[in-house]
Structures are given as structure tokens and as C-alpha cells.
DNA sequence: TCAAGTCTATGATAAATGTCATATAATTTC
DNA sequence: GAAATTATATGACATTTATCATAGACTTGA
């Protein structure tokens, strides 16, 4: 079985604060699991007790409206820990988590996670920095939710997700989401993103081959993102 | 002075978790500050260097989008803790604060913090669990504003307002904000929250006297909040 | 107390966005 | 590999929301 001292995922997030020994033991207890894509990890309302280390793959966080239409909060990939927010608060989850793409996570019991934080104040604060992080990140996009035109979201949206994914060898953004999907993420109808996506292409910030998407002018489309 | 170990507030927040000790310290090197209603407490890009915990008042924490509009992201009130974000993230402060009512708020040095996180494993734990509150509102509150319509938000809103600030003798709301806050709030122009406002009158949900606002059927909101 | 400024209210209109309908393309399933 | 299903695309139209204009109500400060 793979070790967590021998990963090097570990160095991409908070794992990396932990002492040799917090890792033998955490090493001990955990499981690696594997989910194909569309596979979920858990769903809104579940308890689940432990936090999942992604190894690679992505996945998508989303929540159900009353309406029934999910909205896509964040993506994660390899490096990111998955619900921790749960363990810390003592709540159920809050957010269904989907793969889109095959994923490796390690599920780490919740006891090892609070032991390391009552025992290593470096990897306590080094939570807390993320959770915070985390917090920052929401609330920008709140912000942005709340003034942006559907039209700035989308550009945002393109930025953010060449930014955080990159691209594949062809230039083609490393990650592969239907236009429903594209459209919860901006929050907005799927018609109008299928919409805006044609107008970008017809101008040239991007281009489009079925779902795959290439970023083509990013500085044009951070014009549009700030309203020119 | 005013002695941390018997102030009232503490209980409201992760201060309770503290030992004599450690409150004994904090009061030593707290401050004891006054705010006028539209004061600013802090502005975004400030490097701050302590929290600051509510005695009471409110006020109301906002980011200036590109084109200059405010977004009002959330409120606080007494027994809230201001700026740990900042501090636990090592970053600069990211939103405005800006006091609503008169305010009096404990600044307490972030070393005082720090040290608490790093002695204190119920303290670091309490934290972490309000900044994790506050990051499942966060996502709830991107979800709603990403799936709902104005009217739907101003109704969460006049809901959320009574649940938060509660009401004064005469059932007036116990928080009193121009049209254009509550636009901000609800991520609308000030034109449409005006006319949505009297809609909402004239429908009997609400009754309006200048700025002071009552709600009157909460039932009736909280129907027209999910779409009926 | 009055004049200036700000806030609230409302109409008219424009712009953005959502919804419904339909057609084609892509994908899945048997 | 053909039929069924699902995803994408686009037009037509309805609805929502923003913007601009204007007027009266309310505050505030000299």
C-alpha cells in the first residue's frame, strides 16, 4: 500500500504540517479509494467521518436548489481536501461532491484529522489558513455573483478554469464540462450560456470542438470579465 | 477597565473556549474602541493586526466591485469576531467594514490570537468552526444568489433580517438600512429593490415607515422565497 | 429655518436573461 | 449499427431587471 510520507500530493496541502510520525499513523488508518467519472463521492445531507486527500482526477461541489437545479459552488482537483468543513463543524455535509473525471482519494478518519489538530498547532494553523482561504474565495464570488452581467461571469468563468486546470497538449483546457454544467457554474440557463459561448467563439475568444474548449484570447476576455 | 473575564459577550463566541489564564492575558492587552454609526472600522487592503470582538452595535462588511458599486456580503453584530480571516490567513482584509449603528468592539492584538490557536486545542477547534460556518453560508449564499430572482433574494432577505436583528417594541426591524444597502445586499440597482419594496407592501408582506421597516407576513415571504 | 443635498418613489424605456419550441448533432444502449 | 436518448444550437418571444428621467419627501448644516 502507498505510504502518505512517500506522496507527494501531501506537499499541496495542509498534510505537508504534519510530523513524521502524525503521517506513520495516518498512513496506517487510511484508505485509498478510486471513482470513475460521474461517480459521487457524497451527497449533500450525508454524515461522513473523514476527509477526503485527492490524489488526482477533479470533481465538482454543487448543491440542489428548490427548484431542483444544482449550482456548481467549486471544483477540486489533486492536492485539494475534501470535506473538511464537515468534520470541523460537526455538521453534514453541505454539498454533493461529483467526479468528472477518474479520480485517487485518500479517506482519512476524522479522528486522525483532530488529533493532528490538538496535538500540531503548525498544522492546526495551517487549516485554518485554508478554511480561511476558502472563505476569501466564497466570498469574492458572491460578490461577483451578485454585480457581474451573465456575460462577465462566463469570461470569469474561462479565466478561472484555464487558470486552475490548464491546458492539454492541443491547448484544449485540461478539463471537460457540458454546457449545463458551464451554465451552473455561471448560474444562469443553459440556452443563454450555449448563447454567449457561440457570440465568444464568433469573436474569437475562444474556440470550440463538441465540450472541448480552447482559451484563445485571455486578455480580451478579461476585458469583457471587468465590463468593456 | 472592562475585564474580559466578565464580559457577557464572550459567551457568544469562541472566547469562551479561552482558560482564566488565557482571558486574563487578553484583557490585559485588549482595547476597548467606540464607533459611530458610519464610521469605517477597516478597509479592504488594510493589514490589520488583532480581531475585533462586538460588544454591540452592527455593522456590515462590504467589497467595491470594479465598477465602483458596493456589495454587502454580511453583517455582524455583538459577540461576532471581526478580521480573524485576515489574521489566520496572514493576508490583508479583503472587505469593509463599516458600523451601522454605534458601536463598542475589543481589539484584541493578533498575537494574544495566535497564541491561543497554538496552546489551546478547544479555542483552535471553536475557530475553526466558526470560520467554517461561515464558509457553508458563504456557499449557500452564492447558490441563492447564483439560482434565485430579485424578488425571491429580497424576500430571504427581509426574512433574514428579522431572524438576525429581531424586532424593537413596535415590531419594527432592529436594523435600519437605506434602500441602497438593502440593493447592495440582494445584488440589485436601488430602482428595482424601491419598487420590489412596495410591491412587497402593497401584497401585505411588509409594512414601511421612512427607513423602518416590519415585517408582517413571514409566512407569506418565505412562500414567495422559494418560487410560489 | 431655509437652502442644498440626499433619499425615496415611480414612470418610461431599454437591455439582459429566461423560457419554450424545434432542429440537428452526438452519444448511448440494446 | 440502428434506434433511442441526450446534448447542443438557435429562433421567437416573454419576463425580469437595469437605466434614465423626474418629482416629491426627508435630512442636515449654516
Avoid: W
Wanted: with cysteine; net charge neutral; proline share 1%.
Amino acid at each position: 500500500m502507498s505510504k502518505c510520507q512517500q506522496c507527494i500530493i501531501r506537499e499541496f496541502n495542509t498534510l505537508r504540517s504534519l510530523t513524521a510520525d502524525e503521517l506513520k499513523t495516518m498512513s496506517k488508518e487510511k484508505d485509498v479509494l478510486t471513482f470513475k467519472k460521474g461517480d459521487i463521492i457524497f451527497k449533500e445531507g450525508n454524515a461522513i467521518n473523514g476527509v477526503y486527500c485527492v490524489k488526482h482526477g477533479i470533481c465538482k461541489l454543487s448543491k440542489l436548489n428548490a427548484n431542483g437545479k444544482e449550482q456548481i459552488v467549486r471544483f477540486m482537483k489533486g492536492g485539494d481536501m475534501l470535506g473538511y468543513r464537515s468534520i470541523l463543524s460537526e455538521e453534514p455535509v453541505t454539498l454533493t461532491v461529483t467526479a468528472l473525471k477518474d479520480m485517487e482519494a485518500c479517506y482519512i478518519p476524522k479522528k486522525e484529522i483532530l488529533d493532528a489538530i490538538k496535538e500540531n498547532p503548525k498544522f492546526s494553523l495551517d487549516m485554518m489558513k485554508t478554511v480561511c482561504g476558502d472563505l476569501r474565495d466564497a466570498n469574492a464570488s458572491l460578490s461577483n455573483m451578485a454585480q457581474k452581467s451573465v456575460k462577465e461571469r462566463l469570461a470569469d468563468t474561462m479565466i478561472f478554469l484555464k487558470e486552475t486546470f490548464g491546458e492539454d497538449e492541443d491547448g484544449y483546457l485540461d478539463i471537460v464540462l457540458t454546457r449545463e454544467e458551464i451554465a451552473s457554474v455561471v448560474g444562469t440557463a443553459t440556452e443563454s450560456a450555449i448563447r454567449l459561448l457561440s457570440e465568444f467563439k464568433k469573436k474569437g475568444f475562444i474556440e470550440l470542438t463538441g465540450k472541448r474548449l480552447k482559451v484563445i484570447d485571455e486578455v480580451g476576455l478579461l476585458k469583457l470579465s471587468q465590463g468593456f
